[in-house]
């Protein structure tokens, strides 16, 4: 059981440059969701999902995008990458939205823009 | 908007004291998180709460649903405990985090 797997473990881009952050989980968890990490800030939620096919944004959406095809996977697109994209990233799933769900977090993905 | 405010922000403390971290929050929730990330960055889910009282091992963490408030308390502190703690408290879909309370036990 591998729990959730996310790739890139470390990225650098150049401004502009896109690309994606995977995400999988083999656990059947509805839940999937996508968080920054930046000094002196808590996670901040960047886009959910609450099951295949179903996505909505969070906090700060502005320059990711997202998709669910399926179950097990939920990776974030970064579509023209910015030095304010420089941060960790983490992907977390839970068996459902509902409170009470125990969280699992990925390793964390260390992106820098230059 | 929910506000999740830990404190303190950073604690030192020597092996073998009784650490407490606490959490306050500003919308009434149903459950709550208390998380660990270590210094290499992972983050695990220590407990989940709902009421009342929760125990593993050394760690224990409470929570008072009308006070809008939790606390994490550590037990005969060790070195091996030095990482950020982190508070959730967020709706159903929407996780919102604390900014983490950071802790270095020293011998």
């Known amino acids: 059981n591998a729990g959730v797997t996310q790739t890139p473990k470390f990225q650098v881009l150049k401004t502009g440059q896109s690309m994606t952050l995977q995400c999988a989980q083999d656990m059947n968890h509805e839940y999937m969701s996508w968080y920054r990490q930046d000094p002196g800030m808590g996670l901040r939620l960047i886009h959910y999902?609450?099951?295949?096919?179903?996505?909505d944004q969070g906090e700060v959406p502005n320059g990711y995008n997202v998709s669910r095809s399926t179950t097990e996977d939920f990776p974030l697109r970064l579509l023209s990458a910015a030095p304010s994209q420089t941060s960790v990233y983490f992907c977390?799933?839970?068996?459902?939205?509902?409170?009470?769900?125990?969280?699992?977090f990925g390793e964390g993905s260390w992106l820098t823009v230059v | 908007k929910n506000e999740v405010e830990q404190s303190p922000q950073n604690l030192t403390a020597q092996e073998g004291e009784f650490i407490t971290i606490n959490c306050s929050y500003s919308v009434g929730i149903s459950a709550l998180h208390w998380l660990q990330q270590h210094p290499g960055g992972g983050i695990v889910s220590l407990f989940m709460l709902s009421s009342g009282k929760k125990k593993h091992g050394r760690l224990i963490a409470t929570i008072n649903i009308q006070e809008k408030h939790s606390s994490l308390h550590i037990t005969a502190s060790h070195p091996r405990d030095s990482a950020v703690y982190i508070c959730e408290a967020g709706t159903a879909s929407k996780l919102t985090f604390g900014t983490g309370t950071r802790l270095q036990v020293t011998l």
């Open positions: 999902s609450v099951g295949a096919g179903i996505t």
């Open positions: 977390a799933s839970s068996a459902s939205n509902l409170r009470g769900d125990t969280i699992y």
